[in-house]
């Protein structure tokens, strides 16, 4: 069978509305407004045609266009149109051209789509981090792709189909619109109206939501469009009269899918002939005419004028798919090359089939294939997606990975329900990897459906793994259905492993809900893991249970399980083991704020790591190694600070490594930790804009902790800069967050600042409920250390919560309470630290305070002394200009005027350095006014009288400073002989100056001489 006549419109019927608004999207595209074009219509009426017209348009516009679709068969592949599109792209390009677009995201590519390997043989496939943390990296160099290419050309994205796309290449698309609302990236998308999932709707939904979106709806065309679809089908000679037209239109409705299938029939059947006269056409009288009912009638009857063997090749090839490869179609239809060569040419002949490649061949339309399928009896459905079964494994034996969803789908329709179970629950496992949670349960439901049918027991991994699924996709109920029949199943069949598997997961699920009962879990599983006997379970279990503890901010309770499991590792050579065990140990030390001990193991976590090549272990340990050492964090406890962390601040590897293994999350909670040391140093310069990225990158991410920690860091830079106001918005969203994750350790954390800022706010009431709250925690049974503060094993949140404890006490008139608290803790940390030169100034200026509040002016004199020893060896500049500052107070207190004066300089001298570093002009501007008045200022002192007093007032650090500087010395070279930041050099030069009434280094160097200050003694 043959039809003569090319039965496709020529042209672009109608659409002009859709043409315009198509056209303003490119133009504004071009201007720089990414857009998202819905093209939305019911089956056939024209969507992928008016696609067409933009791909064309947009090519000859000079865009660059890339192009996927997604079939109805892969809805269940993640990511397959974004596959296809590649495919589709690399078969369009040269190789040189395609390797180098698609250079960002080429490992990723390769890593999730190994078949893609030929067309990009350069990229290494990037090391797995984690489903999700893979899922964003995909997204994100993608997203960086088009975002290069757009610098220098207009994209066109284009989607066909997507009512058949899976979820994760849905969420991709989001995440493109979104990241490129900005730049000339236009993504058009087609989907039929009548098939849209909640999935998809949800995604439309949310893109209306984020306004990037225009609807181009494609209605069904008009009379006067059918007839002059006609005019373009037959040319302008074929002379259809106007009652075929009406009756055609009638028919159809104006679906020109319908409209072209039916002229098709009609042509076979010989009801629609050429009259003879050059180009005339003529219908049969009508009433004569058996015209089609539907479209698939109209495709059913060109297929009953096919030769018997071409209808059955269509038919197998209906079945296999919208798509069928040549070679698959030959195993399935015992014709040799020759024999189906001619029939795939009869069904290209007949306007069915067309050809994708050398290999491939696709049904002309997606209605195509429906119609052949719809037209098969159930029996023969059934044999023939059970032949397609059979095909699948002999042609891919060697590969099978790569069609498990193709076979779980024929193998379910073939009501093959023991290998639909099986190629299920692998097309599950597949997606896992993928990150696309919500395809995974699609196969795992059905690997439990056809188990059911098949009469077999799913297994209990099965449960376990459907379980974990439904717990991403945040269906408690779901998931403890299943992990409780996992759990009773084992039990019953005395399965002491399995019931392992399933406490352990019911302890981890619970941990989001019911943390109580999350604990009796992980006992239970310690207690099965010892029954067994089993080692490793056993230490597994512990460190579940000590972390439990330590999210409870109960580190002294986690301290012993961690330590047993380090044990039982360290005895069977387990190194992962060994490694998480020691980093997890180091936690607990960190956030049970004995830094020292924290510190040493993170070293040794680290070094365990960089052996291991565990990347993001490291990024990890050298963030938190670094956090020990100066910062907000560590301010309320001694901190302790290493040279890997130092070096770690200069070069910042933690963060790179993160980036390199495309690790978003770790990103955002490096570049926070960072931040933190930054913002303990009064490093504003660097603190500020650092806190700024991780708090974007983590809202991005919906981050909750590292959201709470880049806010709490801002929020304490501002307490520092005196800005409450701006410090209590950070911090109060810092704690919100920290009470809606629940976790204890994080709510002291952000509530002990938020306490600060309230009682700078002069909202002593809500400081001290807000203090009490977070101090004894509802739900807190547990008899608290807490409550007392020259408790030696505070947690790392109640040092803080006592430290902003103290200060409410000052500002409350009750000096005599701060000074208890500040002397129990003092004296706590100087016994847990008895070596170290560190102290904590915070703690000693608060005591200070106090002193002078009491009127006991020599003790804290004696006091400011220490803090200003404390905070110049850890650098903690935003504490030194506190102490000058203190330090003037005591003294005109004591009518000591100048001295008074000399102190207030020097503060001011500190403050301005500090204010020189802030990057942000309204902080900055804040910061100086309010030094303005809380430094009272004095006449600058004329050089005159600066030489009357002796040495100018200089303290030993400034003298020492000025002797190196009349040695021709560089501040860092200073800092780096006495073992002081280069900032810090800074500050002491400009009090000096200050001090003395100089403009210059020189003025200095000069006056040293004149003093005869000698060399500075060693490094303290
Ligand atoms: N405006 C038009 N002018 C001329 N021909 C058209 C027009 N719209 C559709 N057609 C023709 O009708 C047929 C079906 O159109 P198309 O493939 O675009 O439908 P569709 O909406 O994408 O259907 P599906 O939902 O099945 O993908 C095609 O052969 C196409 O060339
Ligand atoms: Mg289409």
């Not at 800005?723 to 954390?749: C, F, K, M, Q, T």
Request: hydrophobic share 45%; proline share 4%; with cysteine.
């Amino acid at each position: 069978m043959h039809l003569q006549h090319d039965v496709v419109c020529p042209t672009l019927i109608g659409r002009s509305s859709q043409v315009a608004a198509m056209r303003q999207i490119l133009a504004r595209a071009r201007e720089g407004t990414g857009r998202v074009a819905l093209i939305v219509g019911e089956a056939g009426v024209g969507k992928s045609r008016l696609l067409r017209a933009m791909t064309e348009e947009a090519r000859s516009a000079g865009f660059f266009v890339l192009h996927g679709a997604c079939f109805e068969a892969e809805r269940s592949i993640p990511y397959a149109p974004l596959l296809d599109l590649v495919r589709l792209f690399a078969g369009s390009a040269s190789p040189a051209v395609v390797a180098h677009v698609l250079a960002p995201a080429a490992s990723e590519l390769v890593a999730i789509f190994p078949e893609l390997r030929p067309v990009l043989p350069d990229a290494t496939p990037s090391p797995s981090v984690d489903p999700e943390s893979d899922r964003r990296r995909l997204f994100h160099t993608l997203a960086q792709t088009f975002t290069l290419v757009a610098r220098t050309q207009p994209v066109l994205l284009a989607f066909e189909d997507v009512h058949w796309s899976d979820d994760a290449t849905l969420e991709l698309v989001f995440h493109l619109a979104r990241s490129h609302a900005t730049l000339p990236v236009v993504i058009a998308l087609t989907y039929r109206a009548e098939e849209v999932a909640p999935r998809l709707a949800r995604v439309i939904a949310d893109l209306e939501r984020a306004r990037v979106v225009t609807d181009l709806p494609v209605e069904r065309l008009g009379r006067t469009d059918v007839a002059t679809m006609l005019q373009a089908i037959f040319g302008p000679g074929g002379n259809l009269d106007a009652e075929f037209v009406h009756l055609l239109h009638g028919l159809t409705e104006g679906n020109p899918f319908f409209v072209e299938e039916t002229l098709k029939a009609l042509i076979l059947a010989g009801d629609l002939a050429p009259a003879g006269v050059a180009g005339e056409w003529r219908a049969r009288p009508l009433e004569r005419v058996r015209v089609p009912r539907t479209a698939v009638e109209a495709v059913r009857r060109r297929l009953a004028a096919l030769t018997v063997p071409a209808r059955s090749v269509a038919s197998t090839a209906a079945v296999a798919g919208r798509r069928f490869d040549f070679e698959l179609l030959q195993r399935l239809t015992d014709h040799d090359e020759r024999q189906l060569l001619s029939l795939v040419k009869e069904l290209i002949a007949a306007q069915l089939v067309v050809e994708e490649s050398a290999e491939r061949f696709a049904f002309r339309h997606a209605l195509t294939r429906e119609a052949i399928y719809a037209e098969l009896l159930a029996r023969e459905r059934v044999t023939l997606h059970r032949e397609v079964a059979a095909a699948l494994e002999q042609h891919h034996a060697d590969a099978l990975d790569g069609v498990v969803e193709a076979l779980a789908y024929h193998t379910w329709e073939a009501s093959d329900w023991e290998r639909a179970a099986t190629y299920a629950a692998r097309a599950a496992r597949h997606a896992l990897a993928l990150s696309a949670p919500r395809e995974a349960i699609g196969h795992l439901d059905r690997a439990f459906a056809a188990s059911e049918r098949a009469g077999i027991e799913p297994s209990v991994e099965l449960y376990v793994a459907r379980g974990r699924t439904n717990e991403t996709l945040g269906e408690f109920q779901r998931a403890h259905d299943d992990f409780t029949v996992a759990l009773e199943r084992t039990r019953a069949g005395a399965d002491r492993r399995g019931e392992w598997d399933a406490l352990y997961a019911l302890g981890m699920l619970w941990s989001a809900r019911d943390y109580a009962r999350a604990g009796e879990y992980r006992r239970n599983a310690l207690a099965v893991a010892r029954a067994l006997g089993d080692e490793l379970l056993v230490a597994r279990s512990l460190n579940r249970i000590g972390n439990w503890h330590v999210n409870l901010d109960e580190p002294q309770a986690g301290l012993p399980h961690h330590e047993e499991a380090l044990a039982i590792f360290e005895r069977l050579g387990h190194e992962p083991g060994i490694a998480e065990t020691v980093d997890l140990l180091a936690m607990t030390h960190h956030i049970g704020g004995t830094q020292r001990a924290a510190a040493s193991y993170f070293e040794r976590s680290a070094s365990l790591f960089t052996k291991m090549d565990d990347r993001r272990g490291l990024a990890n340990a050298l963030g938190l190694l670094a956090l020990c050492g100066t910062s907000c964090q560590s301010a309320a406890t001694t901190p302790f600070t290493t040279p890997i962390a130092l070096e770690e601040l200069r070069v910042m590897r933690s963060v790179q490594l993160a980036r390199e293994i495309g690790w978003r999350a770790g990103e955002a909670f490096l570049r926070w930790t960072i931040a933190d040391c930054f913002a303990g140093t009064g490093d504003y310069d660097r603190a500020i804009p650092l806190a700024r990225e991780s708090l974007a990158q983590a809202e991005e991410l919906e981050h909750l902790q590292w959201t709470a920690g880049a806010h709490r860091t801002l929020g304490a830079t501002a307490l520092d800069l005196l800005a409450p106001g701006v410090a209590r918005d950070h911090l109060e969203a810092a704690y919100r967050i920290a009470r809606r994750l629940g976790s204890r350790v994080w709510i002291r954390w952000t509530a002990a600042s938020l306490v600060l800022a309230r009682v700078r706010m002069s909202d002593l009431p809500g400081a001290l409920g807000l203090w009490t709250s977070a101090m004894h925690i509802a739900g807190d049974d547990a008899p608290r250390v807490g409550s007392d503060p020259a408790s030696p094993t505070l947690t790392l949140g109640e040092r803080h919560l006592w430290a902003s404890r103290a200060e409410l006490a000052l500002v409350e008139g009750r000096p005599d309470l701060a000074l208890e608290i500040v002397d129990a803790r003092l004296a706590a940390e100087r016994t847990a630290n008895p070596e170290s030169t560190l102290g904590v100034p915070r703690l000693s200026l608060l005591r200070a305070d106090a002193l002078t509040t009491l009127a006991r002016y020599d003790e804290a004199e004696r006091t400011l002394d220490e803090a200003r020893d404390e905070a110049e060896a850890q650098d903690a500049r935003p504490v030194l200009w506190r102490v000058e500052l203190a330090v003037g107070h005591v003294h005109r207190l004591q009518r000591r005027r100048l001295e008074a004066r000399r102190a207030f300089d020097a503060a001011r001298a500190m403050a301005d350095a500090l204010a020189a570093l802030v990057p942000d002009d309204g902080l900055r501007a804040r910061f100086v006014e309010k030094l303005n008045s809380a430094i009272p200022s004095t006449p600058a002192p004329t050089p005159a009288r600066a030489e009357k007093e002796a040495l100018g007032g200089l303290t030993r650090r400034e003298r020492d400073v000025a002797a190196l500087v009349a040695q021709g010395k560089a501040n860092r070279a200073i800092g780096r002989e006495l073992g002081i930041g280069e900032r810090t050099v800074e500050g002491y030069v400009a009090s000096a100056l200050a001090k003395l009434g100089f403009a210059s280094r020189t003025q200095l160097a000069a006056w040293v001489v004149e003093k005869g200050i000698g060399r500075p003694p060693a490094v303290r």
